[in-house]
C-alpha cells in the first residue's frame, strides 16, 4: 500500500498526467459476530479497522472512466463509456469501481467521467471485505465529484448494488454500512431490513483486551457457489416456513420448523436465527464490557462449522489453538470457505496466542498465517 497521501498523488500523477481532485479512504471491516443474517434481513454486530482502500479521482471533460490501481502497476488502466456500461460488462476487480459508477446511475445520479486510481491495505480474501472498502472508497469520491449529495446510508445501498448486479455476488449491506458508519472505539449495531442503526460502545483498550485477526491465507470469493448456495438454502427456508425471511423467526420456533424442513434446510435456518439471537446478547453484554462476548464468539463458530457448514480446516484449527492457547473467545469472520479467524484475548497474550497459532499451522503443514491486532477504527471519509 502507498503509505501517504501526497504519494498516491503522485503516483496518479504519472498513471494520468495531472493531480488527483481529491483522496478518499474507506476501510474494511470485522464482523464481531451476526453472519449471514444480513441477506436474511436480520442483525450484524461490525467494526470498521485501520486497515483501508484510498481512491484518488480526478473529474474529465467527457463520459469515460478509466481505473487503475496500484496493485497492478504494470497494467493499462481500464476504460468504459458511462454510456455504454453495462450489467457484466466488466470483469475482474474493475467491476467493483466500475460497478459504483453504474450502480450511482442506476439510482438516478449522473456522473461525470473521471479517473481514478485505488490503492488498498486491506488484505484479499482474507474476510475482512477489501471490496466493500474499495466501493466505498469509490463511492465517497464520486458522490463528492458529482455533487451527488447522497446519504452514507444511501451510499451502502449503492456498494450492495454495485456487487449483486455488476460482479454478481449475493452479499447482504453488512460490509458497506460499517466500512461508511464505523466510528473509532465502536461497533455498528446494524438492522438490515430496516437499515437503521445505532454505534455500541468496544472499548477493548480499556478493558485490557485485544482482538487478534488470523488470516489463514485460504482466500475466498463470494461471487463463487458455495455462498449463493447457503443463500438458497435460506430462502427456501423461508418460504417453506411461510415467513417473509429468516429474521421473522424466534429460537422458540425452531423445534416446529424442524418438523417441516429436511435436515440440511433446517440447519441452515437454526444458524441464522440463533445468530440473530447472538447478536442481541452480544449488545447487552457490551453494556458491561466486551469480557463476556467470549462464549457468544465460540458458539457462533460452533453453528458456523456445524449448522452453516461454511468454516474450514484452517479455520477451524485457528479457532482450536487460540482458544487452548487461552483466547477468552474466537470464531471464524466473514462469509466462510476461507478467510480470516478472529479471537478475543487478554492483551497481555498476544505473542503467546500468535506463536501458538503458527506452530499449529507449521506442525500442520500449512501456509504461515498472517496474525495482527484490530481496533474499531473510524468509517469512510475525504482524506486530501
Not at 168 to 180: E, K, N, R, V, W
Request: charged residues 20%.
Amino acid at each position: 500500500m502507498i503509505s501517504a497521501p501526497r504519494c498516491l498523488a503522485e503516483v496518479f500523477d504519472d498513471r494520468f498526467g495531472r493531480e488527483p481532485d481529491g483522496l478518499w479512504s474507506a476501510p474494511g471491516r470485522v464482523n464481531l459476530v451476526g453472519e449471514h443474517t444480513d441477506y436474511n434481513d436480520g442483525l450484524v454486530l461490525p467494526f470498521a479497522i485501520g486497515q483501508s482502500t484510498t481512491a484518488a479521482a480526478a473529474v474529465r471533460t467527457d463520459r469515460f472512466v478509466r481505473v487503475a490501481s496500484t496493485l497492478a502497476p504494470g497494467e493499462d488502466p481500464v476504460t468504459v463509456d458511462l454510456d455504454s456500461l453495462e450489467e457484466g460488462t466488466v470483469q475482474g476487480w474493475a467491476a467493483y469501481p466500475l460497478g459504483v459508477l453504474w450502480a450511482m446511475e442506476h439510482s438516478g445520479h449522473r456522473c461525470p467521467g473521471m479517473d481514478i486510481l485505488v490503492d488498498s491495505g486491506v488484505p484479499v480474501g482474507a474476510g475482512l471485505s477489501s471490496s466493500a472498502a474499495l466501493e466505498c472508497s469509490v463511492a465517497l469520491a464520486v458522490n463528492d465529484l458529482a455533487g451527488a449529495g447522497v446519504s452514507r446510508r444511501e451510499l451502502a445501498v449503492i456498494g450492495q448494488l454495485a456487487e449483486n448486479r455488476m460482479v454478481g455476488a449475493p452479499t447482504g449491506i453488512m460490509d458497506q454500512s460499517a466500512s461508511l458508519l464505523g466510528e473509532a472505539g465502536h461497533a455498528v449495531f446494524l438492522d438490515c431490513r430496516s437499515g437503521d442503526s445505532r454505534l455500541v460502545r468496544l472499548d477493548l483498550e480499556g478493558a485490557g483486551l485485544a482482538l487478534l485477526v488470523i488470516d489463514t491465507r485460504v482466500t475466498h470469493a463470494h461471487a463463487t457457489g458455495g455462498y449463493a448456495e447457503r443463500r438458497r438454502s435460506c430462502e427456501l427456508g423461508a418460504e417453506l416456513l411461510a415467513v417473509p425471511a429468516l429474521r421473522d423467526l424466534s429460537v422458540g420456533d425452531l423445534a416446529e420448523a424442524a418438523g417441516l424442513l429436511d435436515e440440511q434446510t433446517f440447519r441452515r435456518v437454526r444458524h441464522v436465527v440463533t445468530e440473530n439471537a447472538r447478536v442481541l446478547d452480544a449488545v447487552d453484554v457490551l453494556d458491561a464490557g466486551p469480557a463476556g462476548l467470549g462464549p457468544l464468539l465460540v458458539a457462533s463458530h460452533a453453528s458456523m462449522r456445524d449448522d452453516f457448514e461454511i468454516s474450514s480446516r484452517e479455520l477451524d484449527l485457528a479457532v482450536d489453538t487460540a482458544l487452548d492457547a487461552g483466547s477468552l473467545g474466537a470464531r471464524m469472520t466473514g462469509g466462510g470457505f476461507g478467510g480470516s479467524a478472529l479471537a478475543l484475548i487478554r492483551a497481555a497474550d498476544s505473542a503467546h496466542i500468535g506463536a501458538a497459532v503458527e506452530k499449529a499451522f507449521a506442525a500442520a503443514g500449512l501456509r504461515r498465517p498472517g496474525i495482527f491486532g484490530v481496533l474499531p477504527g473510524a468509517g469512510a471519509a475525504r482524506v486530501a
